[in-house]
Nanobody
């Protein structure tokens, strides 16, 4: 069974940094475009940052430019998201996703085949 499981969410303060991890099982993330997405209450799911299959393309939302990093660890079969300088508006459920055929030119949730269950990130003072 192919599965993605996120971890690392929680309650943080504005200005903090956070690293989320997504572990894949049943398939290798090598050869997959991977992305992190988020959904705040009452809003549509949006792309945060995406990484192409070969690692050559990274796209990210304007709202997180300069604050996010995505990395893939093939040996551990994980993909991580680091966010620095967290803001209240970063509060959302964060999801990782993977797809074998999508490009990472635009980081949009439509079309991704595999999704994790999500992890809550709450930024509050």
């Amino acid at each position: 069974q192919r599965q993605l499981v996120e971890s690392g969410g929680g309650l943080v303060q504005p200005g903090d940094s956070l690293t989320l991890s997504c572990a894949a099982s049943g398939f290798s993330l090598d050869g997959y475009t991977v992305g992190w997405f988020r959904q705040a209450p009452g809003k549509e799911r949006e792309g945060v940052i995406c990484l192409s299959r070969g690692g050559g393309t990274i796209s990210y939302a304007d709202s997180v430019e300069g604050r996010v990093t995505i990395s893939r660890d093939i040996a551990k079969n994980t993909v991580s998201l680091q966010i620095i300088d967290l803001k209240h508006e970063d509060t959302a459920v964060y999801y990782c996703a993977a797809d074998q055929y999508l490009s990472a030119t635009r980081c949009r949730p439509r079309g991704y085949e595999y999704w994790g269950q999500g992890t809550q990130v709450t930024v509050s003072s």
